[in-house]
C-alpha cells in the first residue's frame, strides 16, 4: 500500500466517523450519571476511594515526565522533537489525577468538564505522538495543536450544551471512539520506528476494560460486597495504561 493510500485510510475512517455521528441524535448527560456506586466518606473525605484513587494518576504521569526527562532510563527518540507529545501526555495525566480529584470531591457537570479537559489533552497528546512515531514527527508535531483543541473544543462545547438545556455528548463520545480505532489501525498501517509496537494495543485495550468498569460501577460494587467500586477500578486501570506507556518507553528500542 502506497504512502498516500495508508493516510487516505485514515482520513476516509476519521471523517466516516464524523459523518455518522451527525445521524445521531444529541446525547444528554444522563442525570444519575454523578450517582456513583461508592459514596463513603473516610477521613472527612467524601466519595473516598472514588476521590483518593486519583493519585494513581499523579503517580503515573510524575514517573512519565521522570522518564522523558530524568537522567536515567532515558528512553530512545530517533528525533528529539518527539519527546514533545509525550511531555504533554504525561502532563495531561497528572493533571487528570487533580481534575478528577477535584470532580469526585462535589460531582456536578462543572466540575466533570475540567477532568474530560484533561482527559481530552491527554488522548490527543498520545495519537499525535503515535503519528509523529509512525507517519512522521514533522506531520505529528503539526496535529498536535489542533488535535488538542478540537479535543478540548469536544468538552467545552458539551459543558456548553448543559448549560443550554440540551446536552450533547456526541463530539466527546466521537473523539473517544476515534481513539479506540485509529490507533489500531495507525498500527497497522504504518511500519513500526521502535520496537514493541504491540505494547500500544495493550494500553487500547486496558482503556476499553477501564471503560468497561465505569459502566459496570454499581455492578462490581454489589459483585465485591460494597469493597470498591467499578469507577474507583476504572482510575487504576487507564493509570495502569498511562503506567504503561511509561513503561514502554523505558523498555523500546530502534525497530
Given amino acids: ?4 493510500a495508508r493516510l487516505a ?5 476519521t471523517l466516516a466517523l464524523a459523518a455518522g ?11 444519575e450519571y454523578h450517582g456513583f456506586a461508592d459514596r463513603r466518606a473516610c477521613l472527612g473525605l467524601p466519595n473516598c476511594l472514588d476521590t483518593a484513587s486519583n493519585v494513581l494518576f499523579v503517580l503515573a504521569g510524575a514517573w512519565g ?9 532515558r528512553p530512545v527518540f530517533l528525533d ?10 504525561f502532563l495531561a495525566v497528572v493533571l ?6 477535584y470532580y469526585h470531591l462535589a460531582p456536578d457537570n462543572t466540575r466533570l468538564a475540567w477532568d474530560r479537559a484533561a482527559m481530552a489533552l491527554a488522548f490527543m497528546a498520545w495519537f499525535a505522538a503515535l503519528f509523529a512515531e509512525r507517519v512522521g514527527v514533522k506531520a505529528g508535531l503539526m496535529l498536535l495543536a489542533p488535535l488538542c483543541a478540537a479535543g478540548l473544543g ?10 443550554q438545556g440540551a446536552g450533547d455528548l456526541r463530539p466527546w463520545l466521537l473523539i473517544q471512539l476515534m481513539l479506540i480505532l485509529l490507533v489500531p489501525l495507525l498500527l497497522w498501517l504504518y511500519p513500526p520506528r521502535y520496537s514493541r509496537g504491540h505494547d500500544m494495543l495493550a494500553v487500547v485495550g486496558l482503556y476499553l476494560v477501564a471503560l468497561l468498569l465505569d459502566l459496570g ?13 467499578g469507577h474507583a477500578l476504572k482510575h487504576l486501570v487507564a493509570a495502569l495504561a498511562a503506567g504503561f506507556i511509561a513503561r514502554h518507553l523505558c523498555h523500546r528500542r530502534r525497530a
Avoid at 460501577?217 to 467500586?229: E, M, P, S, W
Fill in 9 to 13: 485510510a485514515l482520513v476516509v475512517l
Fill in 80 to 89: 528529539a522533537r518527539e519527546r514533545l507529545p509525550y511531555a504533554l501526555f
Fill in 217 to 229: 460501577d454499581r455492578t462490581v460494587f454489589a459483585l465485591t460486597d460494597g469493597l470498591v467500586g
Fill in 21 to 31: 455521528f451527525t445521524f445521531v441524535p444529541p446525547v444528554p448527560q444522563w442525570p
Fill in 65 to 73: 515526565l521522570h522518564v522523558l526527562l530524568g537522567t536515567t532510563l
Fill in 1 to 4: 500500500m502506497t504512502r498516500q
Fill in 154 to 163: 469536544a468538552v467545552f462545547y458539551w459543558s456548553w450544551s448543559e448549560t
Fill in 96 to 101: 487528570i489525577g487533580l481534575a478528577s480529584a
